[in-house]
């Protein structure tokens, strides 16, 4: 998974919901698209090089800083 298809799930997006229970709006995801991209990216490819398929339901916790 690449920077740019990060970058473009959450360019997608729809503005002022939240999707989790971090509580996030995607606005705000949007808004910091180009900082959170690239770790985003990151997890995604170690999490499929080393196997980890989290099973996760639609409860990520994602911080943003």
Not at 11 to 36: C, E, M, Q
Request: hydrophobic fraction near 50%; charge should be positive; proline fraction near 6%.
């Amino acid at each position: 998974m690449t920077t740019k298809e990060i970058a473009r799930i959450i360019s997608r997006l729809l503005n002022n919901i939240v999707l989790g229970p971090d509580r996030i709006l995607n606005k705000a995801l949007k808004t910091y698209r180009p900082l959170i991209a690239p770790w985003l990216a990151d997890v995604a490819r170690v999490c499929f090089a080393i196997g980890y398929y989290p099973q996760l339901r639609r409860s990520i916790i994602t911080v943003v800083l």
